[in-house]
């Protein structure tokens, strides 16, 4: 039996949508208030899918205290409380949206995943809520 | 990198589950209370995916200011603080259940979105929550 | 001892913000779309808070199946999905805002209460949700 | 046109991450508080995803008053108010983690289901929140 | 500047509505299925509410790390993943109704908070959700 | 009759916990991750409540749309993606806590409020989520 597992972690930062590259007027004119210079903040919320047999023994898919280290190690100790542009080096030219803040949870994940679990649990997605009503989706395939 | 956008509205409607080709006696075997003549109402969610690449410049996949704008006058508009049976024309034979609404919604959406963004954008599905309990997706596929 | 109880139930109706002694402009200016002559609805929240000692035996406040029956025998069989301007006696000639839908509601309590539970079993308050971000809440004092 | 019907439920129990095959210690060492000897619970909630057409009359995917009964009587029944490990067989050798949980559960759709609806109307996919931050997924397919 | 901090705490925990005191028939009537044998659980919430004046240095009403120490010591840790009636010496012969178990949190608080606070800390109430629909609160006053 | 109206706005924002005229170290000891330099953000929510009498002819408290632009002008359109530190003068000196925060928006309340509504509508409190688990209440009293 294959199963999926969905772990949700909350996490508060700050974002600026500005990319550095472009001219103050252009940043505003794609992001309006969101371009504002001191950036504003979010309680983000992450969702992790695990697919994965379950262990005949455990009755687990895969061992949840051992997703969290590794989410905490990896993502949340650098995101928690952070402002993302400043604090964050994966930001310092990349905007922050929540499409790249996907993009940079799940490249941090292939580079943390390899030898915590075995090759037969898959992380399948990444979501990302900014807020109740934006969320960003991004699968781990090919 | 390919992300999946889930962006969220609320609308409050009114609606009665009846189909104006049978009788009453038949829609209230049906429908049970929900046939009731002068109709009921809630508080809906629709959540949009939209499937995307990242645009690396803004970061973004869709620009949400062109989405919400495309909801509110194709949709919203037309939904909000509605008796849909009523006044919504699509619901004058047609049965306004979450099935069929978002059936119209998605309808609208094929009549509204071509032009307003870039071929690789890309509806996926629509959802509607009538209530925390009854959901209904529509898959934009084929 | 003393204790407050929350007790929430759930259902959905229409209703129209139209005051029939008024003329269709007056109501147009004073409640905007929802005026709109067919009505809309909600999903409401209603939550009673109810001060009562606690029953040394059964470690209860109230017998929540008495409250449940009371409150489903005295308003949910009546508003669960009806038009209250068309289906509600008390709102045929009262807009049936969140505030007199409160209001209707404690008089309907009033009603029903006595007899039912113990002098010392209190009715505090009734507070209604219409959405997340209206709610309106009445007292029960003096 | 083909449509997904999520459809949710909610149930309190309590089980016991424990598995009699193994000792004291090893329980406690693979779960942790969770292997409580009188166990702890949870308010479940399960969501259901049935895929249909529409029904052309009714507007309807799949009748939900069936669903419903169909679900009370194979699994909430059982579930709701209940000791998993102590009160349902399944879970006398088998640990009810929220992944046993959904296997069972489906295993009870898959006997239940046949003659409900007709062949068209597919159960694809179980649901199952814990919490707000442990969700298990089991597909229905092969 | 006299201000009032919520601060909410999440555990699970089984209980069982049952009074040894009473035999199995009369606690069946009274408590239904609530009163099966093995019991059954809950994702309970607590939020405690604190009466403060602001201190004009850090802000703050109340230390929120010292608060969270002080629940986690007094309450959480015997509570968390536990059998109430079992495991907790307080529900031994009392009902661990939610009821009770507000009373027994506000107990445990008053044995804890003197001289964890200033003497104008004062905490006010505590209230209890077994889940959304049922609440319970107790003031902590005179 | 005398109601309360509950209404709930939403804003997301940046604020530092951090007090100028304390050093880096004190900040730290007392702020924790909160007082890291860049800041970080929440999606606050606030909630009024308005004590009033019903109108007999709109059968409304307090017109919505009226106190909706009050907020928006009074508050939101300078916290709603804002660096509270850097760009809302209060906060200059001032630690944005959520308790402050609660101080600020009743300030601006007052400032705003006089002439808006008849003087029998009384605003009773401003109630501030910094998170699920974190609410700050302040009384307008006195």
Avoid: Q
Avoid at 35 to 60: C, K, Q, W
Avoid at 92 to 121: D, K, Y
């Amino acid at each position: 039996m294959t199963v999926r597992i969905g772990r949700r972690y909350g996490f508060s930062a700050t974002h600026r949508l500005f990319n550095p590259a472009l001219g103050e007027a252009e940043n505003r004119a794609i992001f309006g208030k969101c371009a504002n210079p001191f950036g504003h903040g979010h309680n983000y919320e992450i969702e992790l899918t695990v697919r994965s047999g379950v262990d005949p023994v455990t009755g687990m898919a895969v061992p949840l205290s051992k997703l969290d280290t590794l989410v905490e190690d990896a993502i949340l100790a650098d995101f928690r409380h952070r402002n993302l542009n400043e604090e964050v080096p994966a930001f310092r030219e990349v905007v922050p949206t929540t499409e790249n803040l996907a993009i940079e949870v799940l490249r941090r994940l292939h580079v943390a995943w390899p030898g915590t679990f075995p090759a037969a649990v898959i992380l399948e997605k990444v979501r990302i809520w900014e807020t109740e009503r934006n969320i960003c989706e991004l699968s781990n395939e090919s």
